[in-house]
């Protein structure tokens, strides 16, 4: 009895920590951070004492693996968005490690009569699809849509809640078919298999693309030490970009969950490829073994995943907001900005709809529109069944427009500003009296646009933004420009290699050439802040030497820009404009561009 008494004591104190987590604020990391540490710890001493008193609960309080499911599914909960907000890959891993034990002993599997057994079943579902949309694991994630749906077809909820989770099933598969905009083959000789779905490609079942995802290699996204090592000069102080402030709320834009398909992307962009933070981990774990002597396992409390101070590829903590107005947005702001250490740097990302609001006689109010939560859209961008209608929004209020004006309180500190929208000229005129580095990346004009790029066209982009795109892969984006959605293994290993190289050359044109701004040449001592410059770079001069044609039209106003402004002289370099022809002819398109 006592056992059972200390079970339920346990549980039901995890339990409200955990229903806690809800009403903290998004802001603040000393704020939410310890109240995160300690649901973890009573987790973890929850997850013990079941485990060691398994047998006696099962015939003392009626025990079921459903029940202990949960458990899990929470604890999976709680590293997944521990690491949305701390930005270590290795607490999703940990996510990871707690869903796939889930599926392997099947602890939902006699879910299938009680309807709240169902409902937490296919909340699982979805959460371990996201999860495994955010480590690349493809093929179990079309096993798990695979069956989610068939989870969704046995419930027995109503009409309404059964469209909303077919919804999500939907909505997921989607999301799997543009996240990646270009596949790798795993051999040559499956150039010649046919049947199988192609990278972007939406036609069969989830078990179809589930086969179909035999013919592909994983290939990382995230940031590798080795594409910005020996760009900076060392004599320089360190910098570290710190902050990173997620906004994605474009009224047209493919989502899963609370990530918007440029927000993922973003997401992806600024971090450090797993399998570096891991070599960082277990040379962490033999230096503590050798000065303590002994290392008992890493509890479940988060510490596992903790930032030692021999860690030097730390990823940025994130605030991602995908629903929010001006006033909370500058509130996070100035938190942000409130615990920044010397040295650190904020970085703020904006994916929204741009806005020009006319108040009486004064000026318009320009910027972009933070009052519209993406949709849920098709691969062809229309509205998916069962989701809100595309209509044309109400004008939000001036609360939720987002202008340079509401950056001047931030104008004494260093701010790298990227803005994918169809409206940011006005942060091109953006004015300060503080001397503060400032750079911005500005998106050229919007998909949604008529002159609508061969990408979009293709699906790849689906409501995302060219640039953004560019910023997250930029060889996934170069083939979207080229109307490829898969490459084979040895040409996109030689085109890896030859962008390796060319980011190389461009970084030393910066640092060399004497017309750099001084405010660039500041950020681009910041591994993830320079290979941005890097790619915004490529990505110019690749819209630039597109040639036009009847799919989509290249004009000057849609080539995205810096401020301030990047030298010309690097810009149209013919070693810059090398890179890209080059690599139009390793994978066979040199006719796409104008290499004169």
Known sequence: EQTVAKYKLLKERAHLLFDGLRDLPRFGQKLWEPYFRRTFEEYNHLWTFQ????????????????EVGE???????????????????????????FYEAIRRRQYFAQSTEDP????????YYARFAIVCVLTGRRMLLFELLSEFEAAVQQSRFSEREVEHWDLAVRELGAFAQVERAMAVLSSDDALDQEGAAGGGGSGGSFRDKCLAESRYLFRSRRLWPEMVAGHCEPRTEPLKLHEVILVGTRSRQLKVAELPLDVFRMLLALEWDASVTKREEHNGKKRQQQQAGDASKAPLNGERAATPAH????????YVLNRTDAAQLLLVLSTSYAELPPGGVVLLYLSADGLAMQLGGEEPLCGVSLGVESRAVSLAGEALVGAEPLA??????????FTPADLAPFAR?????????????PFLRRQTSFSSPFVCLLSGCSVDSEESSAAAANGQLCGGGMMTLFLHDPLGAFCALCGLSELPKHVCSRCDQHLLDGFRLLARLLFTCSETPADVVYFLREPFLRSLVLRLVFCRTALAMQKQSDEGVVAGKALPVCAPALPESVLSHTQTRAIVSTLAELMGVPTLFDAS
């Open 51 to 66: 485990q060691e008193h398994r047998a006696l609960l099962e015939r003392g309080c009626g025990l079921r693996r459903a």
């Open 392 to 401: 044309t929004p109400t004008p939000p209020s001036p609360s939720c427009v």
């Open 116 to 123: 709240e057994l169902q409902l937490r079943r296919l909340r």
């Open 71 to 97: 458990i899990a599914n929470r604890i999976g909960q709680l590293y997944y968005h521990f690491y949305l907000r701390q930005g270590d890959t290795l607490y999703l891993d940990e996510a990871f490690i």
């Open 413 to 425: 500190m260093p701010l790298f500003l990227v803005v994918e929208s169809s409206n940011t000229a």
């Open 311 to 318: 860690r030097c590829y730390v990823n940025p903590h994130k």
